[in-house]
């Protein structure tokens, strides 16, 4: 975790599970990202050891699901803001058609 490059310090509302929130918006992230680029999700099985972290972190926090939501949908926003689109093409003709 590192506040100070990414702006965000989920120890404060999370302590003792701040980690597990991370890997959590990580996750999260990951997962809107590859969405979006239209990746295929054979990497899911490699992410299953984390689940019992986030299980205790779920357990104890109900909103904990939404806040590392909205965290990872900020990462996602900001990466796809400094990225070109890789559909720019795609996108120009729906728009077009």
Partial sequence: MAPHRVGRDLGKKFS????A????VAE?????????????PHHIHDH?????????L???????????AAQAQVA???LLAKSPSPFAEEEAADVAA
């Fill in 58 to 68: 779920l357990a104890d926090d109900k909103r904990a699901f939404l806040t590392a």
């Fill in 48 to 56: 299953a050891s984390y689940i019992g972290h986030w299980m205790k």
């Fill in 28 to 40: 999260i992230g990951a997962s809107l990202l590859g969405a979006h680029l239209r990746l295929p």
């Fill in 76 to 78: 996602v926003d900001w």
């Fill in 21 to 24: 929130a991370e890997e959590l």
């Fill in 16 to 19: 003792k599970h701040a980690i």
